[in-house]
């Protein structure tokens, strides 16, 4: 081979060895963060990049696997193999400095993404109080009393110092106040609609334990009742297979009675139950882990107070409103304004997701994760005051109400797309994905359903 040929022969062995170097490194990224999606499903807060989620994972790493192979094949069939820096010792050399900048990427990304790095996180300004949206008020003018039928009373005729007789006047009849007329509910808030559903007195419980087969094969069985002045609910638990979640189908009538529980500064994280008695539910979820999860973006609300007011830029965002309606935002598609949702009397937000329905309630066709079988928490809404919990299981150790550990699941969890799919069978009008894997989990009456096999850092409670 000539000196020119020789040279030529350099530049491309060169260009080869840095192919197969980017190209180990971005495998070994695609490996690791595919672990963290399978442990992880909040995963799309770690890599906050569409390009990454889409063209890197599924098209750049295909590609250069195999350009890197060609080349090889080419230096192999040129005999280029016997250069020095391909041989056994220097390719092994290269997989372990691979493998340790892979790690080291991932692990920055996750500790940028996750705020494992305290002084990295923004401070926190504390809550503010949002404005209360005003009831409407019941007509002011006093009752017109109703006509009798009694003959109205005459007055006593008295004799006058000159003989004649004089009427005596009628007593004046003391003035009342008007009754102050008491504020309707909000409207949106069921009203009387589903009356049969609550109870007019003390709260009525049940466990009828009434099982039904679906027309997919799914047994579904109502396990638990709870019918209260302002909050009522049906419990259902599914089984077709292995598969295995169960939905709370809830009314309620007052949207404080939907309340958040949180930890009140970072390191006073908790489980789900012990949450749920602090707060003493009589049904909870967890859900979507602000304190802990990016951090440094995202509008946080709850109870009608602001925790966090930033920029809504990487994750879906979920509005419960104080008038009892439900928003998802897509952050891809839709504008979020922070100031306008705060002027429209929200009550919670969370941001976490993603939003697993579109605007016409249909199941959105891609999600920006790997969107691996999980564990699975969402919050589903079909209209002011009707709203659903729903936890899957998955592969995971399974909880006991006082941590017992029963090993791990059997269950295969779902992906977004098959949680999406279930939401849309429902009927309902907005989903959201909530904190799933070792999060996930429902409380309901000193019972447990799901893994809580981590501890949290807020649950969405219902109180009665």
């Not at 409207?187 to 679906?214: A, H, I, M, Q, R």
């Not at 077709?240 to 009140?264: F, H, M, P, S």
């Not at 306008?340 to 939003?355: A, K, N, Q, R, T």
């Amino acid at each position: 081979m000539n000196k020119n040929g020789e040279q030529r022969f350099s530049a491309l062995r060169t260009v080869a060895m840095i192919l197969a170097n980017l190209t180990a490194i971005l495998s070994a990224n695609y490996i690791v963060f595919y672990i963290l999606d399978h442990f992880n499903p909040g995963f799309h807060f770690v890599v906050r990049s569409e390009f990454f989620l889409t063209k890197y994972l599924h098209f750049v790493i295909p590609v250069l696997m195999l350009l890197t192979a060609l080349l090889y094949l080419l230096l192999y069939a040129a005999a280029g193999c016997k250069a020095k820096r391909f041989q056994k010792k220097n390719l092994i050399w290269i997989l372990v400095i691979d493998i340790i900048l892979a790690g080291a990427f991932a692990m920055t990304v996750n500790a940028r993404a996750f705020g494992w790095v305290k002084w990295l996180r923004p401070a926190e300004t504390g809550p503010v109080a949002i404005a209360t949206r005003v009831p409407m008020q019941a007509p002011t003018e006093a009752p017109t009393p109703e006509p009798t039928d009694a003959p109205a009373e005459t007055p006593i005729s008295t004799p006058s110092q000159n003989g004649t007789e004089s009427q005596a006047p009628a007593e004046t009849p003391e003035p009342t106040e008007a009754p102050t007329p008491e504020p309707t509910p909000i409207p949106g808030l069921l009203g009387d609609k589903y009356k049969e559903k609550f109870s007019e007195g003390e709260p009525v419980v049940t466990e009828p334990n009434t099982s039904e087969t679906l027309a997919d094969g799914t047994v579904r069985t109502l396990i638990y009742t709870y019918a209260g002045k302002s909050v009522a609910f049906d419990l259902y638990h599914y089984q077709n297979g292995k598969q295995e979640y169960q939905i709370a189908d809830l009314y309620v009538r007052d949207i404080e009675k939907l309340t958040a529980v949180y930890e009140n500064d970072q390191g006073h994280a908790k489980d789900l139950k012990t949450f749920a008695r602090d707060s003493k539910a009589i049904l909870a979820i967890n859900s979507d882990y602000f304190s802990n999860n990016a951090n440094d973006a995202g509008l946080i609300i709850r109870n009608g107070m602001m925790i966090r007011n930033r920029t809504c830029k990487y994750s879906d965002l979920l509005v419960i409103y104080q008038d009892g309606t439900v928003r998802g935002f897509d952050v891809k598609k839709d504008r979020i304004d922070n100031n306008e949702i705060l002027g429209s009397y929200p009550y919670h937000s969370f941001y976490f997701g993603p939003s697993l329905l579109d605007e016409n309630g249909a199941a959105r066709e891609k999600f920006t994760t790997l969107n691996a079988r999980n564990p699975r928490t969402a919050f589903g809404y079909y209209e002011p005051g009707h709203y659903a919990f729903i936890c899957v299981l998955g592969d995971r150790t399974v909880r006991g109400i006082n941590g017992e550990n029963f090993g791990e699941g059997k269950a295969p969890g779902m992906t977004l797309d098959e949680l999406a799919a279930l939401c849309v069978s429902l009927g309902m009008k907005v989903a959201y994905n909530f904190d799933g894997g070792g999060s996930s989990g429902m409380y309901w009456n000193e019972h447990y359903f799901g893994h809580n096999s981590r501890i949290t850092g807020d649950i969405l409670a219902i109180v009665d």
